[in-house]
C-alpha cells in the first residue's frame, strides 16, 4: 500500500505545477524573491479563510534532496524591515511570509555561501486533531475541501495539481468504519498506518481507531 510522500511525515507535492523544487532561485545569491521560494503561497493565501480551513500550507527548504536544518532566513521588505524566518531541524519554516509581505515583492535573504543551491518544497497537512473516534462527515469534508483548496490555489493548471483520495492515520494500528444501522468495515493498515478512503466507504458514520495516531496525513495512492 503506497502512502503520500513524506518529509519527517509530512506531505511533499512532488508535481511540479503545483509543488515545484526550485534548486535554481539560489543561483542569484542570498537573497530571493520571496515569491520564487514559497511558490503558490500567493494563490493560497489570497483564497478566504473559511476555504482553507481545513489545510495547512507549509515549506521546507532542501539541499542536495535532503532537509536544510541550522540555516538562517530573514524577508525583507523594501522599507529594510527584517523578519526573522526561523528553520527547525526538518528544513521546515517555522513562520511564512503574509499576503501583504508577499504582494510587496519582500526578498528572503539566507545567511549561506552565495554560491550554495538550495531549493524549496510545498508541504501541506489536514487540520485534524489526533484522535480515536471521529465523525467520518469531518473526515470526508476535510478531504473534499482540502481538493477544492488545491484546485482553486493552482488556477490554470488546476487539472494537473494532486488530488487527495484519503487520509492516513500514523501509528494507529487499526481501525473501522461504522455505519448507521451498526455494522462495521475494517480499515485498511499498513505498518501501523490506518487509510480512510471516503470514495470506498460512502455513507460511514463514524471511524474508531485502535490508538490515537501521531499525526495525520493526506493519504494519495498514486505518490
Known sequence: MKRRAALTGLMILALAPLAPISDAWADA?????????FPFLESM?????AERARIKVGYALRRDGKPAAGVKAALVEASGARTPLPIDDRGRFERLPTLAQLQAKAQLH?????????GTVMLLDPVLKPSADYDARELVATVEESNSTIRKAAGAMAMLAPQMEGLAFQKAESGVAIFPNGSSRPLPSDAGTVIFTPGQLKGAAR???????????YYNSKK
Open 29 to 37: 545569491g542570498k537573497t530571493v524573491s520571496a515569491t520564487k521560494v
Open 110 to 118: 539566507l545567511d549561506v555561501p552565495a554560491d550554495a543551491k538550495f
Open 207 to 217: 471511524v474508531r481507531l485502535a490508538k490515537t495516531p501521531t499525526a495525520v496525513d
Open 45 to 49: 493565501l489570497k483564497l478566504p479563510p
